[in-house]
């Protein structure tokens, strides 16, 4: 599946980037590109707790939802491979009475290619098995592979802002630029951009291609964009 990747580069002029440093035929400039990009991967969170009077009957339920769980995850295409434990805790507490109760925990994680239909299945699936004491929870990303790619254009053009800016520089004062010394890159994400390139990519394939049909409200809307960030500072030494 090709997805679309909403491309941002940012192109500005930083007065700032003309402070000298402590060499003086030196000149400093910085340039910064910005990608909006839609996520690929989410990952599921799925946290289990049952309580009862003596830790061994707490447990004895909690593995007995956990495979409940696990069986209608089977059933709509998570093999068991895909089903990743968390966490798994057994702690004594009170209740409201101050009587002893023990509670039994378990985390498990679904990670999979971003799809609103497979999400809808997951919570129909649950509803549908009567699971109880059950929290889930959800957060998107962006895949290993994906953000490679981003970063790479995002090099590519915080490096041709930096020349762009160099070179207008150079212009408006009327000095001559020998070569590169130094350059630096910096990474991170950041905010909401407004100027769009088109990039084209294949995400890799996480599950079982098995299809899932449901009704869904997820297609009414769409997850929130990630926006990554390079800014590149390169040193330029200027002709005496």
Do not use: C, H
């Not at 009587?99 to 299945?121: H, V």
């Amino acid at each position: 599946m090709i997805k679309q990747i909403v491309i941002t580069a940012l192109t500005f002029i930083s007065l700032n980037a003309l402070s000298q440093p402590q060499n003086s035929n030196e000149m400093v400039v910085e340039g910064v590109a910005k990608i909006k990009a839609k996520p690929d991967l989410v990952t599921f969170t799925l946290n289990v707790e049952k309580k009862d009077v003596t830790e061994s009957s707490s447990i004895t339920l909690l593995n007995k939802e956990i495979d409940a769980l696990v069986k209608s995850l089977n059933e709509i295409g998570f093999d068991n491979k895909s089903i990743k434990i968390s966490d798994y805790n057994v702690s004594g507490v009170q209740d409201e009475q101050k009587k002893k109760l023990y509670s039994a925990t378990s985390n498990l994680k679904l990670e999979f290619g971003l799809d609103t239909k497979r999400i809808d299945a997951i919570y129909n699936t649950i509803l549908k098995a009567d699971l109880k004491d059950i929290d889930i929870s959800f957060e998107v990303k962006l895949s290993d592979s994906l953000e490679k790619a981003i970063r790479i254009k995002l090099v590519q053009f915080a490096i041709e802002d930096a020349k762009s800016n160099a070179y207008n520089i150079a212009k408006t004062l009327n000095i001559k630029l020998a070569g590169i010394r130094k350059v630096q890159k910096t990474s991170q994400g950041l905010l909401e951009t407004d100027k769009a390139v088109t990039a084209n990519f294949t995400p890799p394939k996480l599950v079982s291609d098995r299809e899932v049909r449901y009704t869904t409200p997820f297609d009414k809307f769409q997850v929130d964009d990630i926006e990554l960030l390079e800014d590149i500072t390169i040193v330029y030494e200027i002709l005496n």
